[in-house]
């Protein structure tokens, strides 16, 4: 990606037309977005994903004219974006039931242990805090996204990081 201070061609021709009213523009940037904000909110909000998506895509279309900014687009979708499949998350999925992640019953070669399956394992607060660091957000931010103290952030984050571990990295049985 480009520096902080300059925008990929599409999305510098299309990011000042959007924001000045133009719909045309405005479809081309939110299409251009998708894919990157799909894989935010699928990460985030898992089953959930496409309503995660949804739900950032109209924010991003509803908060646009205001974007103070312009350089700072990626950024600021991001934001809306991991704010928003957060949000779909907890109104829709209500921690649904995901097994407590056990080495014991893992494959026992690293070959076999793909990344998505052990956070696919994982409860839905520490598949979200993992996903969030690996967004670049830092504690504080993780806390104000999900409205939590920071001390209950950094404990799921070790938590979620010890399990994530252990299931990576099964003992021999």
């Not at 496409?50 to 979708?77: K, M, N, T």
């Not at 967004?135 to 931010?141: A, F």
Request: overall charge positive; hydrophobic content about 40%; glycine content about 4%.
């Amino acid at each position: 990606m480009n520096t902080a201070h300059e925008l990929p061609a599409p999305v510098d021709r299309l990011l000042p037309r959007a924001r000045a009213g133009d719909e045309q523009a405005m479809n081309d940037l939110l299409l251009h977005i998708t894919p990157y904000v799909t894989r935010v909110c699928r990460s985030v909000a898992h089953d959930n994903g496409s309503d995660a998506r949804q739900e950032a895509l109209l924010a991003i279309y509803r908060g646009l004219p205001g974007l103070r900014e312009p350089a700072a687009f990626y950024g600021w979708v991001r934001s809306v974006t991991v704010r928003e499949a957060v949000r779909t998350a907890r109104r829709l999925g209500r921690e649904t039931t995901s097994p407590e992640v056990d080495p014991r019953h893992e494959p026992h070669s690293l070959d076999a242990v793909h990344i998505n399956d052990v956070l696919d394992r994982m409860s839905e607060a520490h598949r979200q805090v993992l996903t969030l660091r690996v967004y670049g957000l830092n504690e504080v931010e993780m806390a104000e996204t999900l409205a939590l103290p920071v001390g209950t952030v950094r404990s799921r984050l070790h938590r979620a990081r010890r399990r994530f571990q252990e299931a990576w990295q099964p003992t021999a049985a």
